[in-house]
C-alpha cells in the first residue's frame, strides 16, 4: 500500500490550504480515512476520518476549520483547512482509520507570518 500526500506548503495565520492524499495498492472504497498530523517534537495525532459511506468525524481542535472528503473514483481523501493557526503547522499524513504500516513521507504545513 503506498500513501502520497501532497498540498502542503506556507500560509499565513487565517489562511486555507488543500491536502490530498492518493493511495494505491488498497481497495479504496471499503474502507474508512484519516488524516494526522505531526508536529516537531510531537507525537503523531489523529485529526479527521471519514468512513467509506462519507460519515466524517474531527478531533475538537480542528473541528469547524477542517472538511475531510473522499473521491473513491481516484483513490483520493482530501482535507481542506481553513482558518489556520500557528499550532496547525505539522507534517499531514494520511491512512486508513485502522493505519498500516508503511506511512508516506507526509506533506509539511507551516502556518507562519
Known amino acids: 500500500v503506498q500513501f502520497v500526500e501532497s498540498g502542503g506548503g506556507l500560509v499565513q495565520p487565517g489562511g486555507s490550504r488543500r491536502l490530498s492524499c492518493t493511495v494505491s495498492?488498497?481497495?479504496?472504497?471499503?474502507?474508512?480515512m484519516g488524516w494526522y498530523r505531526q508536529a516537531p517534537g510531537k507525537q503523531r495525532d489523529w485529526v479527521a476520518t471519514i468512513t467509506d459511506s462519507g460519515l466524517t468525524e474531527y478531533a475538537h481542535f480542528v473541528r469547524g476549520r477542517f472538511t475531510i472528503s473522499r473521491d473513491d473514483d481516484v483513490n483520493t481523501v482530501h482535507l481542506q483547512m481553513d482558518s489556520l493557526d500557528f499550532g496547525d503547522t505539522a507534517v499531514y499524513f494520511c491512512?486508513?482509520?485502522?493505519?498500516?504500516?508503511?506511512w508516506g513521507q507526509g506533506t509539511q504545513v507551516t502556518v507562519s507570518s
Open positions: 495498492g488498497l481497495l479504496f472504497r471499503i474502507n474508512d
Open positions: 491512512n486508513r482509520v485502522e493505519p498500516l504500516p508503511g
